[in-house]
């Protein structure tokens, strides 16, 4: 899948800041419905399961409602999970096209696993939808009907199992190809997706989106019971104590145990990636989980419908801080290559123009020089900043590093001052770092 980063083009800075807030927009559909997907799917299953074991028609009517809540048609599925996991891959091969990062091609195979979980997900959820169906009619004269329920009994066992062995599969890719994203040392050192699954960050994070999913799955079956549109119609006392006790304990539960995995996300971070954006949305995680988990907790010891609305809409504000906490991550870790892009794309432009025979008015280097740097630097004596003879050796075999450092000064040495930016274009960049260069070579 790595074609997709031959084929993505240079981004201006400004098209830059467009793809993360793209980004934003894709995860704001992606996540809480992937997450909620994947909830939805274990305690179906395992509430199908006891259903049919105990045969207890409130188990098979529960597990037929959390699918049929979050999948009411197939289109869903292709509308909220496949189109937007698609919509980031894209995103993230203009991000890391310069890079050694393989997370794009770990994308790629997460959104051919999701397609495959897809296919399957529907089928499980019509399968059950028809067994209901079925379950109305008088079938023990009819051998066809029978034939049937055999059928859709297969498929449901099948079908759903095949769906969430296909989704777990799709959401680790998802989380190792992001995961490696925001870790820019281990670009050049990771060559398979199977080295990630030994890493620390892609082990919290993959239980930290177990926990997300149950905390979204049991808050959002609780707020379609009993809050959505008036709560679901037919509802029996029986099965709405059986919706209580089978969501409001694992729900209370995995959304106390959310902090600790964003918490421990934060720490795991590389210094790169961490801003003060990453802090600010994870403190407001916390802050809505808080708010939910009380919700939950008031619904234990006195239910009210009201209270369901409330878990649910704050927790979604929490999904969201998640989502804006993990961009902001993304976009500390690209911030260089994200300047090396827009350093490339300002030359692809500058070339284009002048093939046309429009010219652009650049400083050269000497201009530069004598304007700016002239008042911090000299060749071989220390100023305000150090002395070109002795910084300029770590740049010979690489200009561009020199470049992006010029567009993106950094404190590099403790001894001196941070370099302020100066506001150069890219072509301008170029032009200063190729002027020092040769200058230091020839007095060198």
């Known amino acids: 899948m790595d074609f997709l980063k031959q084929i993505a083009l240079p981004q201006s ?14 995860d704001f559909l992606l996540l809480p419905f992937i997450s909620y997907v994947f909830g939805a799917l274990v305690l179906s299953l395992y509430h199908n399961r006891k259903g049919r074991m105990h045969n207890d028609p409130l188990a098979q009517r529960f597990a037929k409602e959390m699918i049929d809540h979050i999948l009411p048609n197939k289109s869903i599925l292709l509308l909220f999970g496949v189109v937007p996991f698609m919509a980031m891959t894209f995103a993230y091969a203009q991000l890391l096209q310069d890079t050694a990062a393989l997370s794009v091609s770990i994308l790629g195979w997460g959104l051919l696993l999701l397609a495959a979980a897809s296919a399957f997900a529907s089928s499980y959820r019509y399968a059950l939808t028809f067994s209901d169906m079925l379950e109305a009619v008088p079938g023990k004269s009819n051998d ?11 498929t449901r066992r099948t079908s759903g199992k095949y769906a969430l062995l296909f989704l777990s599969a799709a959401v680790y890719c998802m989380i190792a190809g992001r995961s490696l994203a925001v870790h820019p040392n281990s670009w050049d050192t990771v060559s398979n997706a199977v080295q990630l699954l030994f890493s620390l960050d892609v082990l919290s994070k993959l239980l930290q989106f177990v926990v997300l999913s149950f905390s979204m799955a049991t808050i959002g079956m609780l707020f379609f019971t009993f809050s959505w549109q008036g709560g679901t119609k037919d509802l029996t006392p029986e099965y709405s104590e059986y919706v209580r006790s089978s969501t409001l304990p694992i729900g209370l539960i995995s959304l106390l145990s959310l ?29 809505f989980v808080f708010l939910a988990s009380h919700s939950v907790y008031g619904m234990i010891k006195e239910f009210k419908a009201s209270y369901a609305a ?22 500390g870790a690209t911030k ?3 300047a090396v892009l827009a350093h490339r794309y300002v030359l692809h432009h500058e070339e284009l123009l002048a093939a046309m025979g429009i010219n652009l008015t650049v400083l050269t280097g000497e201009e530069i020089f004598t304007a700016k740097c002239s008042a911090c630097h000299e060749f071989g004596v220390k100023k305000v900043g150090p002395a070109y003879k002795d910084v300029l050796p770590k740049y010979e075999s690489d200009r561009t590093r020199l470049v992006t450092f010029v567009l993106n000064p950094m404190k590099v040495d403790p001894a001196f001052p941070p370099m302020p930016n100066q506001g150069l274009k890219p072509a301008e960049a170029d032009s200063i770092a190729a002027y020092i260069m040769t200058m230091y070579k020839q007095q060198k």
């Open 144 to 154: 066809k009907v029978e034939e049937y329920k055999a059928q859709m009994l297969e």
């Open 13 to 26: 800075e400004a098209q830059i800041g467009v793809l993360y807030f793209v980004l934003n927009v894709i």
């Open 259 to 287: 902090p600790l995995f964003v918490v421990l996300s934060v720490v795991l971070l590389p210094v790169v990636s961490l801003t003060a954006t990453v802090f600010f949305f994870a403190f407001l995680v916390i802050f």
């Open 336 to 338: 260089t290559s994200s």
């Open 310 to 331: 409330k878990a649910f809409y704050l927790f979604t504000l929490a999904v969201f801080a998640l989502v804006l906490h993990g961009t902001s991550a993304l976009a």
